[in-house]
């Protein structure tokens, strides 16, 4: 059975572009296949031929986006900060230079938060892979001799990565689409996810 990589690369590149352009507009469920091979200049026939379904394209589109998006980081950050919590604000500030400079993609990702049934599963085997490098990210290669004496390393980066968690969370419910049209939004969450991560390294009581 023919499938995404048996096309030649000019036509396969055009036809991902248009459907990451489609999704990113009109998200998956309002998304015209119509639409995408207008845009790509090919036949509805060709696309169901080499994909079978919306659903088979939009997944690898987010394939391709979540592959692309790794590897321009490790791009962007090949020597991630030694201390945790600059590391993390390190990450944060890359996902907003995101934001500005490639919207679209940033559109894109938006949407997948708000994916349909059908497709649920995909997403979470994605996200899961997504997750297993992002955890790495945040704790290989960590300098902790500035922990206080007496804490375990350990324990120190496992509550950190539970607050980094809960935080995407509460994130996960703000983000939208229309937020990259809002630079401001997305600085405003970047400077209290900084707020979030001092109260970490600081701590929020005083020594009695």
Known sequence: MAGPKDLPPDKRERIMRAALEEFAERGYEMASTNAITARAGISKGLLFHYFGSKKNLYVQVLREMVAREIERFRRAAPEPHPDI????????????????????????????????????????????????????????????????????????????????????????????????????????????????????????????
């Open 85 to 208: 919590v600059e590391r993390l604000l390190q990450i944060s500030l890359y996902k907003q230079k995101l934001v500005r400079e490639d919207p679209v993609a940033t559109r894109f990702l938006a949407t997948v938060l708000q994916a349909p049934e059908e497709i649920k599963p995909e997403v979470a085997r994605l996200f899961r892979e997504v997750e297993g490098f992002s955890a790495r990210t945040r704790t290989e290669g960590l300098d902790t001799s500035r922990f206080r004496p007496g804490i375990d390393p350990a324990k120190a980066i496992t509550l950190i990565n539970v607050c980094v968690e809960g935080l995407r969370s509460v994130y996960a419910r703000r983000v939208t689409p229309e937020m990259t049209d809002d630079p401001e939004a997305v600085e405003a969450m970047a400077q209290e996810t900084r707020e979030y991560l001092d109260m970490l390294k600081f701590g929020i009581y005083r020594r009695e």
